[in-house]
Nanobody, 123 residues
């Protein structure tokens, strides 16, 4: 499956952005989805995960209550709604997919990756 992330940009502290991850090539509903981020000089870190059905989600503590992961299988698209953004959320955000069941918070738990979209939050 090919993934295309979009929706990043510049926003002030407290603002919102919605990232999209468009999938093509395979049956989207067969894939669990995840969002990760990587800030300059840091390792890629887990943000949010979503099961194939959309029934199960998991969030990093740093974004819990502010970010929401979702999917629209009819549109072959996953989303990351980001509210109450903070400067420490600044990073390149990547979507990822795997046809394994359940959810995963590990980079190794995903096979396919999008190209990344930059999110910058100014103070």
């Amino acid at each position: 499956v090919q993934l295309q992330a979009s929706g990043g940009g510049w926003v002030q502290t407290g603002g919102s952005l919605r990232l999209s991850c468009a999938a093509s090539g395979r049956t989207f509903s067969n894939y669990r989805m995840g969002w990760f981020r990587q800030a300059p000089g840091k390792e890629r870190e887990f943000v949010a995960a979503l099961a194939r059905s959309g029934a199960s989600t998991y969030y990093a503590d740093s974004v819990k209550g502010r970010f929401t992961i979702s999917r629209d299988n009819a549109k072959n698209t996953a989303y990351l709604q980001m509210n109450s953004l903070k400067p420490e959320d600044t990073a390149v955000y990547y979507c990822a997919a795997s046809n394994s069941p359940g959810i995963s918070i590990r980079v190794e738990g995903y096979t396919y990756w999008g190209q990344g979209t930059q999110v910058t939050v100014s103070s």
